[in-house]
């Protein structure tokens, strides 16, 4: 079974703190995502990379920056934190193909006080 | 951008099929119908997708109408672990967007 091991599973880091999330997979997919999940406005996406150091900006990229220098590690970077970015933060990989499903971790639960 | 309405909520009771239905009327010729599902405390699910021609696998079935305008995602034995919110996708590249899916409550 294909694994999206996120780093932590609980965060709490203060406001201009700049925080690190870590995303690894094992099944050699090209494609990684970021999202972040809050009640009432679902799942929304910040980032995604197609491979090693390329990266595209999905729905919602201010505020966040993300790097991938290896295939199975994308890593999401929050410059300075602000309160507005506590949240669920979660991570998928996929092959490249619109007929493969995005196999998603459990979740980083951030909180930025 | 292709979008997709479901009902809020639904429920059911364990042990009886359960049919969670979708509209996506915009839907094009190259757009995949996928479903996931969320447990609570755990990252989105995959549990099934098709393009044209209705889907079986172990967890569930995907029944989808002739003109793709809906689809419907079976479970033909509720339990109480399929407690979840379903989220019914349509996919035409790498991106997913996902709506505000439906909550399914299974009634013991």
């Known amino acids: 079974d294909v694994k999206v091991t996120q780093s932590s599973r609980y965060l709490v880091k203060r406001t201009g703190e700049k925080v690190f999330l870590e995303c690894v997979q094992d099944?050699?997919?090209?494609?990684m995502f970021w999202y972040r999940q809050d009640p009432g406005l679902g799942l929304r996406l910040i980032y995604f990379?197609?491979?090693?150091?390329?990266?595209e900006k999905g729905d919602i990229p201010e505020g966040y920056s993300v790097s991938r220098e290896k295939k199975e590690r994308f890593s999401l970077i929050l410059e300075s934190a602000s309160t507005n970015q506590t949240s669920m933060y979660l991570c998928?990989?996929?092959?490249?193909?619109?007929?493969?499903?995005?196999?998603f971790g459990d979740g980083t639960r951030l909180s930025i006080l | 951008d292709a979008k997709t309405t479901q009902p809020n909520s639904m429920e059911s009771n364990e042990e009886e099929p359960v049919h969670l239905p979708c509209n996506h009327s915009?839907?094009?010729?190259?757009?995949?119908i996928h479903w996931y599902r969320q447990l609570p405390s755990q990252g989105p699910e995959y549990v099934i997708h098709?393009?044209?021609s209705n889907v079986n696998n172990r967890m569930a079935s995907l029944a989808i109408a002739e003109d793709r305008k809906s689809s419907t995602l079976i479970l033909h034995r509720a339990t109480l672990r399929d407690a979840a919110v379903y989220y019914c996708?349509?996919?035409?590249?790498?991106?997913?967007?996902f709506g505000k899916g439906t909550r399914l409550h299974i009634l013991p």
């Open positions: 996708i349509l996919r035409w590249d790498d991106k997913i967007i």
């Open positions: 915009t839907i094009s010729g190259t757009d995949y």
């Open positions: 098709g393009l044209t």
């Open positions: 099944m050699d997919h090209e494609n």
């Open positions: 990379s197609y491979d090693v150091k390329m990266k």
């Open positions: 998928a990989s996929s092959l490249p193909y619109s007929n493969q499903p995005q196999h």
